[in-house]
């Protein structure tokens, strides 16, 4: 018999839940952000960003990893360089 495989969460990696359900859905209140601490036949584990908050089982497609970081100075935002880049395919009216 197979059991779960434990172990710290790497909090450089946070995740987000996509889908709460089968009783999870308490937790939706919460800042969505997540580290996956433990895995087992298609389900993680997850602790939540307060360090004190489980998730005992949730099934792995309902995770997906964070891709929005706070450390946003990387990115220009800027509506104006976007449209000055742009080169319609067809002509504009």
């Not at 308490?26 to 960003?49: D, P, Q, Y």
């Not at 509506?79 to 080169?87: E, G, M, Q, R, V």
Request: charged share 30%; aromatic share 14%; hydrophobic share 35%.
């Amino acid at each position: 018999m197979s059991k779960w495989i434990l172990y710290e969460p790497d909090y450089d990696k946070p995740h987000s839940i996509i889908v709460f359900d089968d009783g999870n859905d308490r937790f939706k209140s919460l800042k969505n952000i997540w580290f996956i601490c433990g895995e087992w036949k298609g389900k993680v584990r997850m602790i939540h960003a307060d360090k004190k908050t489980i998730i005992q089982s949730i099934s792995r497609w309902k995770v997906i990893q964070n891709i929005i970081t706070d450390d946003l100075k990387y990115l220009d935002h800027s509506a104006k360089k976007l449209n000055d880049s742009f080169t319609p395919y067809f002509p504009l009216k």
